[in-house]
């Protein structure tokens, strides 16, 4: 009698739960482990950075010791890869950056090294560093998503759209949703240029709505292009629908092609009426309207929303690059050193897009 093949023997009672239990518990498991490694080896390079500085600083050993020392511990540990000079010199920094080692305990502790080194490479202040730190863990950034962040100023352009929230929206969602706004918006990833037309920027947009999606921020899901409403037997289109999933609310978007209208506001208002008359349900908050124009006058714009009852929010789009130049530090490149510190050891980044 041969033994039964495996995939036929019957399955007892409840075992099909129990292994996507288990299956759940060992990729916890997984993770759990590989962030203590990482933890581990950048409490390691910190050490490292904090006993060169203090010998540097108290001894006054000079820089050709760290050269020196890249020698040795690559001839005493040759099978690992992250103690080149330049990674040496990184260590120093990042001691040098957080002095106490405490930092273990706030959102650089937690991020691979090869996310600090951007930290360290791309940004001169603490408050800074840890800012984009903590975004990076709360949206899982890889490190690509956490530089293309950085290099396009994120953290001064959250919350800077001109908006009424406070005064139309109950704490703590106005405070929310003017995060999830910025001012300005970039669009250089569409290639159009600064004569592109509204309808031309759209279907550009839904193209790349990955991009657009990422430029918006976490928590944005499309609904659709030119949604249709019908009112009174007539028919209007919204330019895009999206929906918020921490704010719990459709978010209309209006594309202007100029320079912002008092206007403006009324068309969007209506279109926000719309949405919560026939799209919303009971469960969803109150429907938000952003506008997006190619240059706006703050004052006016304030202005305009004074008497607004909706919530909306106005702010400019850029299809061209604007925004300066990266910042550039001391520090060699992270490409210096890039190669070798593949497969230290580190927990591996996050692909995630948001």
């Known amino acids: 009698m041969t033994d039964q093949p495996i ?10 739960d129990w292994l996507s239990e288990l299956k759940t518990r060992i990729h916890s498991a997984q993770q759990r482990a590989a962030l203590a490694v990482n933890r581990e080896l950048v409490l390691l390079y910190w050490q490292i950075g904090r006993d060169i500085l203090a ?9 050709k010791v760290i050269e020196r020392l890249a020698h040795d511990l690559h001839t005493a540990f040759p ?12 260590m120093r920094a990042f001691a040098q950056a957080w002095p106490s080692e405490e930092f ?25 560093r840890q800012w984009y730190a903590a975004k990076a863990i709360e949206h899982n950034w890889s490190r690509n998503v956490l530089v293309m962040q950085i290099e396009t100023r994120l953290r001064e352009r959250s919350g800077a759209a001109v ?38 920027i759209e279907n550009a947009l839904v193209r790349h709505v990955t991009e657009f999606l990422l430029e918006l921020g976490a928590g944005f899901a499309f609904v659709g292009r030119q949604v249709l409403l019908d009112v009174g037997g007539e028919e209007f289109f919204i330019d895009l629908l999206f929906y918020h999933l921490k704010l719990r609310c459709y978010v209309v978007i209006e594309l202007k092609a100029g320079k912002f209208k008092p206007e403006h506001l009324g068309q ?19 429907t938000i309207g952003l506008l997006l124009c190619k240059s706006q006058n703050k004052v006016v714009a304030e202005y305009a929303l004074g008497d607004k009852t909706q919530p909306m929010g106005v702010a400019e789009y850029k299809l061209i690059e604007s925004l300066p130049a990266e910042l550039q530090t001391s520090l060699p490149s992270i490409e210096q050193i890039e190669a070798e510190l593949q497969g230290v050891g580190e927990a591996p980044p996050s692909t995630h897009p948001s």
């Open 163 to 200: 908006t009424n929230f406070a005064q139309r929206l109950p704490q703590p969602q106005s405070d929310l949703a003017r995060e999830s706004l910025k001012d300005p918006y970039r669009f250089d990833f569409l290639g159009l240029t600064d004569e592109a037309q509204e309808r031309e």
């Open 268 to 286: 969007l208002g209506f279109y926000l009426t719309a949405v919560d008359r026939q799209v919303k349900s009971e469960q969803d908050a109150p």
């Open 7 to 16: 995939s036929l023997v019957p399955l007892p009672q409840g075992y099909a």
């Open 104 to 128: 273990v305990q706030q959102p650089v502790g937690q991020l691979p090294w090869g996310h600090n080194l951007v930290l360290l490479s791309k940004l001169k202040s603490a408050d800074e």
């Open 79 to 90: 099978q690992m890869k992250g103690f080149s000079r330049a990674n040496l010199m990184y």
């Open 55 to 63: 010998r540097q600083t108290e001894q006054g050993w000079g820089a």
